[in-house]
C-alpha cells in the first residue's frame, strides 16, 4: 500500500490544524506549502485595493505564487494526496496553484479539502483539478472555521 500525504497551504492555522488532524487519523506525512515570499497580515486586507490579495484577484498573472518547495520529498511514493488551504474570493487560495501545475498526479487519488469562514467550496476543486493533466480526483470538502476533530 503506497503513502499518504497531506499538503497545505495556510494562511491563519486554520487550514494547518485540519491538515494536521487528517494526518495524524491516517498516519500521513505532512507538507507545506509555503510561499516564497511569505504574507504579510496586511498582505491579507481585502478591503484594501492596494493590498497583496487584492492585487493577485485583479491580476491573474501575480497569482503564481514561488514557493519555497514546489515537490515533496519521494513524491512518487504517495498514492493518495490531500491538498488543503483557504478559500480567497471564492476559489482555492492561489499559493497552492503552482503545487499543482509542476507536480504530475498520475496514479494518484487526490482529496481537496477547505476551511473558509463563510465561502463554500463551490467549484473550487474542480478549478484545481483543471490545473492537473492527472489523477483520480475525489470530491472537495469544506471545514468550517475552529473545526473539531
Given at each position: 500500500?503506497?503513502?499518504?500525504?497531506?499538503?497545505?497551504?495556510?494562511?491563519?492555522?486554520?487550514?494547518?490544524?485540519?491538515?494536521?488532524?487528517?494526518?495524524?487519523?491516517?498516519g500521513?506525512?505532512?507538507?507545506?506549502?509555503?510561499?516564497?515570499?511569505?504574507?504579510?497580515?496586511?498582505?491579507?486586507?481585502?478591503?484594501?485595493p492596494?493590498?497583496?490579495?487584492?492585487?493577485?484577484?485583479?491580476?491573474?498573472?501575480?497569482?503564481?505564487?514561488?514557493?519555497?518547495?514546489?515537490?515533496?520529498?519521494?513524491?512518487?511514493?504517495?498514492?493518495?494526496?490531500?491538498?488543503?488551504?483557504?478559500?480567497?474570493?471564492?476559489?482555492?487560495?492561489?499559493?497552492?496553484?503552482?503545487?499543482?501545475?509542476?507536480?504530475?498526479?498520475?496514479?494518484?487519488?487526490?482529496?481537496?479539502?477547505?476551511?473558509?469562514?463563510?465561502?463554500?467550496?463551490g467549484?473550487?476543486?474542480?478549478?484545481?483539478?483543471?490545473?492537473?493533466?492527472?489523477?483520480?480526483?475525489?470530491?472537495?470538502?469544506?471545514?468550517?472555521?475552529?473545526?473539531?476533530?
Amino acid at each position: 500500500m503506497g503513502k499518504t500525504l497531506v499538503a497545505y497551504y495556510s494562511a491563519t492555522g486554520q487550514t494547518e490544524r485540519v491538515a494536521r488532524i487528517i494526518a495524524e487519523k491516517l498516519g500521513a506525512n505532512l507538507f507545506e506549502l509555503q510561499p516564497a515570499a511569505p504574507y504579510s497580515e496586511a498582505d491579507f486586507d481585502w478591503t484594501n485595493p492596494e493590498s497583496r490579495v487584492s492585487k493577485e484577484h485583479g491580476d491573474e498573472s501575480l497569482r503564481d505564487v514561488d514557493l519555497v518547495q514546489e515537490t515533496p520529498e519521494n513524491w512518487e511514493e504517495y498514492d493518495t494526496v490531500f491538498i488543503g488551504c483557504p478559500i480567497w474570493y471564492g476559489i482555492f487560495a492561489w499559493p497552492v496553484n503552482r503545487f499543482m501545475k509542476i507536480n504530475s498526479f498520475a496514479d494518484k487519488t487526490v482529496v481537496p479539502f477547505c476551511v473558509s469562514h463563510s465561502s463554500p467550496l463551490g467549484d473550487s476543486d474542480r478549478q484545481l483539478h483543471a490545473m492537473t493533466s492527472s489523477g483520480d480526483w475525489k470530491n472537495g470538502v469544506r471545514f468550517a472555521m475552529d473545526p473539531s476533530e
